[in-house]
């Protein structure tokens, strides 16, 4: 059973950082692009950063550029989202996800991903 599990979420004051890693079980995503998406309530699910599956390229929403940093754990090929310069609009819940992918490709579609993990609440607040 694939399982993306996600954590370093949690409470922070607008303007502060937090750290997102994902942890991977039940295969390995050596040819899967990695990403994160969020949800805030009532909204739908949106992309925020993807990694290539070398690590080599990056995507970012225009809304956290940079403000946020996606890296890519060698070890696991799982994805870590380093993000400051908080604001109370990226509160949400962030999920982790994967595509498979072909060389550089990465996708900033949150439709073309195959797994997501059950994700990590960050709260913002003023």
């Known amino acids: 059973q694939v399982q993306l599990v996600e954590s370093g979420g949690g409470l922070v004051q607008a303007g502060g950082s937090l750290r997102l890693s994902c942890a991977a079980s039940?295969?390995?995503?050596?040819?899967?692009?990695m990403g994160w998406a969020r949800q805030a309530p009532g909204k739908l699910r949106e992309f925020v950063a993807a990694?290539?599956?070398?690590?080599?390229?990056?995507t970012y929403a225009d809304s956290v550029q940079d403000r946020f940093i996606i890296s890519r754990d060698n070890a696991q090929n799982t994805p870590n989202l380093q993000m400051k310069a908080l604001k109370p609009e990226d509160t949400a819940v962030y999920y982790c996800?994967?595509?498979?992918?072909?060389?550089?490709?990465?996708?900033?579609?949150?439709?073309?991903?195959?797994?997501w993990g059950q994700g990590t609440q960050v709260t913002v607040s003023v």
């Open positions: 990694i290539s599956t070398t690590g080599t390229t990056t």
């Open positions: 039940g295969r390995a995503f050596t040819n899967y692009a």
């Open positions: 996800g994967a595509h498979l992918a072909r060389d550089e490709y990465v996708s900033g579609r949150v439709a073309e991903y195959h797994y």
